[in-house]
């Protein structure tokens, strides 16, 4: 999980851990940030090395990629505001409200594989920390993200 700071430098676990692993390496870590919905494009054209923020292991991605043993576990969540806590109770109930969730990402994967999310309405967002904001400024009725990003974030 990893977030940037006022100066725009990425901070956070995934950093930290990051940089352990690169000095263990004995190789110089250089953090970009990417087109998450062109990821998979910038790593088979040798743009970046690695891919290690949030990218969930799938058969699919395994076919052409090479992952590591996970570090984390991680699920999806749905992020409703608080006044919608009596509205929204599970999936069901959101069946015909907006969802946002980033693009490319195991958030848009479970609203399109759900019976009930994949009925509402969805708009693609360029980053999770997007979709927090959809839902906080009411754009959005409910944000699907990653478990350790929503609980880190909701509330501040």
Known sequence: MNFTNDKGEFVGFDTEFAKAVCKKLGVEP???????DTKEMELNSKKIDC?????????EREENLDFTVPYIL????????????NKYKDTASLKDAKLVAEVASAG??????DANLKSAKYTAVKKQTDALLEVNT?????????YTLANAMVGK
Do not use: C, H, P, S
Not at 108 to 113: D, G, Q, V
């Open 74 to 85: 991680n699920k999806q969540v749905v992020v409703i505001r608080k006044a919608d806590a």
């Open 30 to 36: 250089e953090f970009v940030e990417i087109n998450w």
């Open 138 to 146: 009411k754009t959005a009725d409910a944000a699907v993200l990653d």
């Open 108 to 113: 848009e994967t479970a609203i399109k594989e």
């Open 51 to 59: 891919i290690w923020n949030g990218f969930t292991i799938t058969e």
